[in-house]
Structure formats: structure tokens, C-alpha cells
């Protein structure tokens, strides 16, 4: 039951990242890509502050005992902010989240069997290869149908 609740509150998750690069993506084309990415972080910077002194429990180590590689997570939060608010305007929200999805799959798989950055090691087999292609396929469908949208609307 439990891990039942841990996948409903990854979708939730997955939920509010459509939202947020959709609502980002409209910001960004409105005030510019970083302004709308620098609001994301530090309204997400206070928010975990926050968090972290009123609803932490403590840790066994803090960020200045971690190793230093697992801090390079922050950077990649960047890169994610940034290229869909880039993105989402230019080429729609499910374009760019599916894009987004496959990149994850792509990727977590690959660390799942190499058991890359210290995570169980789970071999690539059948049915991930299928996820895998059948999300390629989802990304092309979703882009080949935005393109037939832009050449049968009229210019204006």
C-alpha cells in the first residue's frame, strides 16, 4: 500500500512539472527566460528553507559533509528550469515534457543497469528496451502532430 501511495505522489509530481513549465514557459516568454527561472529558485529557495528549519528532522550529516558530487544535483535543477522555459513556448508544453520524459527513462535506465551514482544496479531488459521505444515513438507522434497543426493553420 505504501509504495502504491509513493507512485501516486510521483505523479502528483510529474503533475505539477507539466504545470510548472507550462505557467514558467508563459512567464518566460513574457518577462525572459532567466528572470522566470531566477523567480522558480528563489521562491523555491525560500520555500526549502523553510522546510528545513520547521519541518526537517535531523540528518546524520549536513551539506558541508555530503560528498561533493552529490551537490551537483542543484545544477541540473538549472539546466531542467531554463531549457523548458525556453522550450515550452516554441514548442508547446506536450512536446516538451514528452521530451523531457523520454530524456528521464532514456537516462534513468542507463543508471539503473550500469548502477551508476551509487544506485542498485537493475539490468536493461525487454520490457524497459519497450518503454524506451515506445516513448521515442510518443515524442515523434507529439511533434510530427504539432507540425501538421502549424502548416494546416492559417498564417496571422
Not at 53 to 71: G, K
Not at 77 to 83: E, F, L, P
Not at 117 to 143: K, T
Amino acid at each position: 500500500m505504501f509504495t502504491f501511495f509513493l507512485i501516486l505522489l510521483a505523479l502528483f509530481g510529474g503533475v505539477t512539472l507539466s504545470v510548472q513549465s507550462s505557467v514558467n514557459g508563459r512567464l518566460g516568454g513574457t518577462v525572459s527566460v532567466l528572470a522566470a527561472a531566477w523567480l522558480t529558485f528563489v521562491l523555491g529557495a525560500l520555500i526549502s528553507i523553510l522546510l528545513v528549519f520547521f519541518a526537517q528532522p535531523p540528518q546524520d550529516m549536513t551539506l558541508l559533509d555530503a560528498p561533493r558530487w552529490q551537490l551537483t544535483g542543484a545544477f541540473f535543477g538549472v539546466v531542467y528550469i531554463i531549457a523548458m522555459v525556453f522550450s515550452v513556448p516554441r514548442v508547446g508544453i506536450a512536446a516538451a515534457t514528452t521530451a523531457v520524459i523520454t530524456g528521464q527513462l532514456a537516462m534513468s535506465v542507463l543508471i539503473d543497469n550500469f548502477a551508476w551514482l551509487g544506485n542498485a544496479r537493475i539490468p536493461l531488459d525487454a520490457q524497459r528496451w519497450s518503454a524506451i521505444v515506445l516513448l521515442f515513438a510518443a515524442m515523434a507522434l507529439i511533434y510530427l502532430g504539432n507540425r501538421k497543426r502549424e502548416r494546416t493553420q492559417p498564417a496571422g
